[in-house]
C-alpha cells in the first residue's frame, strides 16, 4: 500500500516555473512506476509523465516535452515534477499516480492516487 501526497502547486505568471512534489509512504515505493496527471475543469484527466522504479526511463506528454522534467528520489520516497515555460493551458490540478508495473500513460492503470495540487498560471 502506499499514499501519496502531493505540494508545490500554486498561481505563477506565464513563463515562470514550479515544482511539485509528491511524497509517498510505504516500504515498496522504490519498485512502483510513478506518474503525473493533471486535470483541468470540465476535461477528462490526462497524462503529464511517468518515470520507471529506478528513474532509468521517462515518458512525456508531447504537451510538456522539453519543458517539463520528471525525477525520483527512491531514498527519500519522493517524485518531483519540474515545470518551466509554464503556459496558462498548464492550468489544471496536478495529480501524482503510482503502479506496480512499467510506466503507461493510461490513468486507470494506476493504482494509488494522491488528492492533488492545484497549478494555476496566468496570462
Known amino acids: 500500500q502506499v499514499q501519496l501526497v502531493e505540494s508545490g502547486g500554486g498561481l505563477v505568471q506565464a513563463g515562470g516555473s514550479l515544482r511539485l512534489s509528491c511524497a509517498a509512504s510505504?516500504?515498496?515505493?522504490?519498485?512502483?512506476?510513478m506518474g503525473w496527471f493533471r486535470q483541468a475543469p470540465g476535461k477528462e484527466r490526462e497524462f503529464v509523465a511517468a518515470?520507471?522504479?529506478?528513474?532509468?526511463?521517462?515518458d512525456y506528454a508531447e504537451s510538456v516535452k522539453g519543458r517539463f522534467t520528471i525525477s525520483r528520489d527512491n531514498a527519500k520516497n519522493m517524485v518531483y515534477l519540474q515545470m518551466s515555460s509554464l503556459k496558462p493551458e498548464d492550468t489544471a490540478v496536478y495529480y501524482c499516480?503510482?503502479?506496480?508495473?512499467?510506466?503507461?500513460?493510461?490513468?486507470?492503470?494506476?493504482?494509488?492516487w494522491g488528492q492533488g495540487t492545484q497549478v494555476t498560471v496566468s496570462s
Open positions: 510505504g516500504r515498496t515505493f522504490s519498485t512502483y512506476t
Open positions: 518515470i520507471s522504479w529506478g528513474g532509468t526511463s521517462t
Open positions: 499516480a503510482g503502479r506496480v508495473r512499467g510506466t503507461t500513460r493510461n490513468p486507470t492503470l494506476y493504482n494509488y
